[in-house]
């Protein structure tokens, strides 16, 4: 297990050898019960072998890890300094030194040959008696003297040359200044404070058990993944202690693989990014050690975590600029590796066919339209209001309709689907939805005979209503039945069931530890997509504020957010900070989202990324989000010197006869000014290929400053 370095990215799609868990419900209990196919090698009963070098596991837990703001990948970091230090041109400190050298030079020898007194043998002649005169001891104790007046003139001038500075100059290119008081101690192995030895356990009085894990840390049985999922189990135990006799029985017997998640994994199959899972962390690349960014982050690493992703992440680029590659993708395998540790649950929406990963990686697969798709999406979000069905379908078709008034289509929405689901139980499937919107005979006579029957004449009033707004000046029932109309393709027959007949998913299921990829058919159908994503979006706004409990970590990352963004989803994504929660958006331009919306949305996310090749319309908006910062400025004024005696001017025009320039003088102007931090021009022009502008913002308030970033490189 490569706890620290980053896996190969071969993704021949295998098949599958079984269903995964439902959805709706917590995930299954085990593996599937497929056994491989024929000629393949039984599954191995642990954790993969490392694919490369890297740490071991305790090595990995033993590497300090600190933090000096936001971003920082902690695994081994060393603090740099705040600011930059007073830095000696390397031509000055040549010449002072040489200068040094050859004025101790001089006055040694004004000393040696007696040019300036006897007066430095004093202390000679005071401390050797007489009797020494021309013996060997005499002799000795001369030549010592000499040696200690050598040796003070060279500590004296050395000091005066700056001798030591240039010697490391000239060893090594440019000292970083680390801030060492800060860099937590390595613990000692074996130590009460080391980590292998699950010291947590010990002070709880479990120490058959922290024996148990140690066992199989040191065995090589246990991987990063196995640790962090431990970790969680114990901390749920703290939280409530009636847990503690099943999680010792766990342990005691699967050590490593105790506790583990329902779907029987222990690892991904496949890895494409560096991940820290005890810091919870995915690096994105480094910090570029350029003029650009602080002194403090120049060439550290820059990671993503939790704490930064739940203030939601806005990233625009075109379309080759790596977003999938370099930002997507290692973010969601991050989620879903802390999924199998029990700490997040994770939620990828692309189009058919994105690289996120195999399909083994996920335990549900949503692929929209694609016959074959085990499981289906539910339309409703699990819920069973009408009210509330009806507010997040009307998000999801009409939200991005300029002058059409949400409100007044979840009331059209609501005034169906109440009384539909009064009088069968359930809410009506696309085909019956728009037959309604439609004011179909026999679909209103059909449910209105079933209202009668049940005696449900509040419905029936609810119905009424209906009726009598259809076609009515600015009835929204004609524009929802052209957008419903959108999903009754036969492309998507059998899909969005609410028989009970399908596996659909909800996203109410984001109290357990899913991983989760939704395919949507962009290629063919990409104005029901929209409708899809649009929905996904206000579902999970709603869902994961709704959450009784919100230890998990929950997350919806959009390859593709092109009109995806209406106004009550945007003032959605400021309250997910509180719910544990955050969405990742990427965009190719930010003319994908209405005007009115740009900049709410920029304010809405506390991370923004643009990465290289954005317009300069897109630089605009993002040097407007990040403001603008004092700095300091250097003008330099170039005066023409005017000599007054013939000797000097005849100088001065030698000097120009041999240099070509006139002689001046420099006038230097130091001012603090105030400017943007990135302007436009730069976001569009200044940015390497393989480059991004990322600036972060914690849960807790804390930020860092636009970073120009490397991205990694990822398979």
């Not at 959009?558 to 958006?585: C, E, I, K, M, W």
Request: charged share 20%.
């Amino acid at each position: 297990m490569d706890t620290d370095g980053t896996y190969g990215t071969d993704e021949k799609r295998p098949p599958r050898a079984g269903h995964v868990p439902r959805p709706a419900g917590p995930p299954p209990t085990g593996p599937p019960t497929a056994g491989p196919p024929a000629g393949l090698p039984p599954k191995p009963a642990h954790a993969p072998a490392p694919a490369g070098p890297g740490p071991s596991l305790a090595e990995w837990l033993r590497t300090p890890r600190s933090s000096d703001g936001p971003g920082v990948w902690t695994y081994g970091h060393v603090p740099r300094a705040a600011e930059e230090p007073e830095r000696t041109p390397t031509r000055q400190l040549i010449s002072g030194a040489l200068i040094a050298l050859l004025a101790g030079l001089l006055l040694w020898s004004l000393l040696w040959n007696g040019y300036l007194g006897g007066f430095w043998l004093w202390p000679l002649y005071m401390f050797t008696p007489d009797s020494w005169a021309g013996t060997l001891p005499s002799v000795v104790a001369s030549y010592v003297w000499y040696a200690l007046v050598v040796a003070a003139l060279t500590v004296g001038f050395g000091r005066l040359g700056r001798w030591p500075e240039l010697a490391r100059r000239m060893l090594r290119s440019r000292a970083v200044q680390a801030v060492q008081a800060a860099v937590p101690a390595r613990p000692e192995e074996g130590g009460p404070d080391d980590p292998v030895g699950w010291p947590q356990l010990r002070g709880a009085g479990l120490g058959e058990i922290a024996d148990r894990l140690g066992a199989e840390v040191g065995s090589g049985r246990m991987n990063d993944v196995d640790y962090a999922r431990i970790r969680r189990a114990w901390e749920s135990v703290r939280a409530e202690p009636s847990r503690a006799v099943a999680f010792a029985d766990s342990v005691r017997d699967k050590g490593a693989g105790a506790c583990v998640h329902p779907s029987g994994a222990r690892d991904l199959p496949v890895r494409a990014a560096r991940h820290d899972l005890l810091a919870r962390q995915v690096l994105l690349g480094t910090v570029d050690d350029s003029a650009r960014n602080p002194y403090g982050r120049r060439g550290t690493r820059l990671a993503l975590d939790p704490a930064v992703l739940g203030t939601s992440l806005l990233a625009v680029g075109p379309s080759g600029a790596g977003k999938t590659r370099q930002l997507v993708r290692p973010v969601v395998e991050s989620l879903a590796l802390q999924a199998l540790a029990g700490q997040a649950a994770v939620i990828a929406v692309a189009s058919a066919g994105t690289q996120l990963g195999p399909d083994t990686a996920y335990d549900v697969v949503v692929r929209v339209g694609d016959p074959e798709s085990v499981y289906d999406l539910d339309l409703y979000g699990g819920t069973t209001d009408a009210d509330e069905a009806a507010t997040l379908l009307a998000e999801a078709f009409v939200g991005d309709v300029p002058g059409m008034e949400v409100r007044r289509a979840a009331t059209a929405l609501a005034q169906l689907l109440g009384p539909f689901r009064a009088a069968y139980g359930r809410f009506p499937a696309v085909p019956e939805l728009r037959e309604l919107l439609d004011q179909v005979p026999d679909a209103l006579g059909g449910l209105r005979t079933a209202l009668e029957d049940a005696g449900q004449h509040v419905m029936l009033r609810e119905l009424d209503a209906r009726e009598r707004q259809y076609g009515a000046h600015g009835d929204p029932g004609p524009a929802l039945a052209d957008r419903v109309a959108l999903l009754d393709r036969p492309a998507f027959a059998g899909f969005f069931d609410t028989t009970g007949q399908g596996r659909p998913f909800s996203l109410r299921a984001l109290e357990h530890p899913l991983r989760v990829r939704i395919d949507l058919p962009e290629r063919g159908h990409a104005d029901a997509s929209r409708i899809l994503a649009r929905l996904l979006l206000a579902q999970f706004n709603a869902s994961a504020a709704a959450r009784a409990d919100r230890s998990l970590f929950a997350f919806l990352a959009f390859d593709d957010a092109s009109h995806t963004l209406t106004p009550q989803t945007v003032r959605g994504l400021q309250r997910l900070r509180s719910a544990n929660a955050g969405v990742l958006l990427t965009l190719r331009t930010l003319d994908d989202v209405p005007e009115a919306l740009r900049t709410p949305l920029l304010g809405a996310v506390g991370c923004r990324m643009a990465f290289s090749g954005v317009t300069t319309w897109d630089g605009k908006r993002f040097a407007e989000a990040w403001g603008t910062a004092w700095v300091e400025t250097r003008d330099v004024t170039h005066r023409t010197v005017f000599a007054d005696q013939p000797l000097t001017r005849a100088i001065h025009a030698f000097r120009k006869l041999v240099t070509g320039k006139a002689v001046t003088t420099d006038a230097v102007t130091v001012r603090q000014v105030e400017r943007e931090r990135w302007s436009a021009s730069e976001l569009a022009h200044a940015v390497p290929p393989g480059h991004a502008v990322l600036s972060l913002t914690s849960v807790k308030g804390e930020r860092a400053a636009p970073l120009l970033v490397r991205l990694a490189a990822t398979g």
